[in-house]
Nanobody, 124 residues
Framework: QAHIVESGGGLVQPGGSLRLSCSHS????????IGWYRQAPGKEREGVSC????????RYADSVKGRFTISVEKANDTVYIQMNDLKPEDTAVYYC?????????????????WGQGTQVTVSS
């Protein structure tokens, strides 16, 4: 059974950093791409970044370019997103998705295996 677990969120001051982790299991190989998404209160879910399973082909939303870095630890089936210079507008629940990449708004119904997400709050 496909399963995704996101972790690493928390409360951080503006300008601070966090590293989120996404571990996944049960997906039928090969895995083609993994994406990070976020949803702020009252807003649509949006794509943040995507990466190929070997760490190649990374893509970023314009809003996070230069601040966020996505990476893969293939041995543990874990994908990370390092978030630096965090801003209040980065506050959201962050999700990842296996074999689903969109750097735009997405509907929750477009993907059947969302995890529980991890809350990131950027506030002073």
């Amino acid at each position: 059974q496909a399963h995704i677990v996101e972790s690493g969120g928390g409360l951080v001051q503006p300008g601070g950093s966090l590293r989120l982790s996404c571990s996944h299991s049960g997906f039928t190989p090969p895995i083609w791409i993994i994406g990070w998404y976020r949803q702020a209160p009252g807003k649509e879910r949006e794509g943040v970044s995507c990466i190929g399973p070997s760490g190649t082909g990374s893509r970023y939303a314009d809003s996070v370019k230069g601040r966020f870095t996505i990476s893969v630890e293939k041995a543990n089936d874990t994908v990370y997103i390092q978030m630096n210079d965090l801003k209040p507008e980065d506050t959201a629940v962050y999700y990842c998705a296996v074999d689903f990449c969109s750097i735009s708004t997405v509907r929750q119904s477009q993907y059947p295996a969302w995890g529980q997400g991890t809350q990131v709050t950027v506030s002073s």
